[in-house]
T-cell receptor, first 115, second 111 residues
């Protein structure tokens, strides 16, 4: 596909369970981002991958959150021991190269509900 | 102080009206600026980049004031389809190497 692909699109999980969210960026895009958006709120930066550089993890809210990007392409965001406050839409985005001022393109998001 | 601040609105305007949104940013070293549009329960999409000299795209005009560190978006002849949340976006170019989003300004255009 031409766009950023995320899965699952919807996930309902029980409090305390672990979840994995997947992002497949646009082919050839070297930069990949994860953001989180709670209902009615703005976008909260989580983590940023750029090529082979060390990721910028400064936005991860706790050590329950982690992300990896394998082979410079697909990324997985893992939330361990989920809490109700983790309920949000998790948005992945990619861009060719941020420093050039290129725009970023978002996937449709993974809607997570923790019950 | 938030890195990017916007008036949350909502702005309720009639069709055909002109409406303007402002956004302020805290990092004077920021160099790239954008407006994104987000429809309800949808992902954000680029509306337009903001250039130093100001730029226009149809009914939309974006301006940048570096001295005062604010960005504006002007929408002329509002359409019902313009109803959405408009996100001000800044690339701070320091430390965090990712775009910083404002919380958005909600626009509701009424018939």
């Amino acid at each position: 596909g031409a766009g950023v692909s995320q899965s699952p699109s919807n996930k309902v999980t029980e409090k305390g369970k672990d979840v994995e969210l997947r992002c497949d960026p646009i082919s050839g895009h070297t930069a990949l981002y994860w953001y989180r958006q709670s209902l009615g709120q703005g976008l909260e930066f989580l983590i940023y991958f750029q090529g082979n550089s060390a990721p910028d993890k400064s936005g991860l809210p706790s050590d329950r959150f982690s992300a990896e990007r394998t082979g410079g392409s697909v990324s997985t965001l893992t939330i361990q021991r989920t809490q109700q406050e983790d309920s949000a839409v998790y948005l992945c985005a990619s861009s060719p190269l941020l420093d050039s001022g290129n725009t970023i393109y978002f996937g449709e998001g993974s809607w997570l509900t923790v019950v | 102080r938030k890195e990017v601040e916007q008036d949350p609105g909502p702005f309720n305007v009639p069709e055909g009206a002109t409406v303007a949104f402002n956004c302020t940013y805290s990092n004077s070293a920021s160099q790239s600026f954008f407006w994104y549009r987000q429809d309800c329960r949808k992902e954000p999409k680029l509306l337009m980049s903001v250039y130093s000299s100001g730029n226009e795209d149809g009914r939309f005009t974006a301006q940048l004031n570096r001295a005062s560190q604010y960005i504006s978006l002007l929408i002329r002849d509002s359409k019902l389809s313009d109803s959405a949340t408009y996100l001000c976006v800044v690339n701070p170019y320091t430390g965090r190497r990712a775009l910083t989003f404002g919380s958005g300004t909600r626009l509701q255009v009424q018939p």
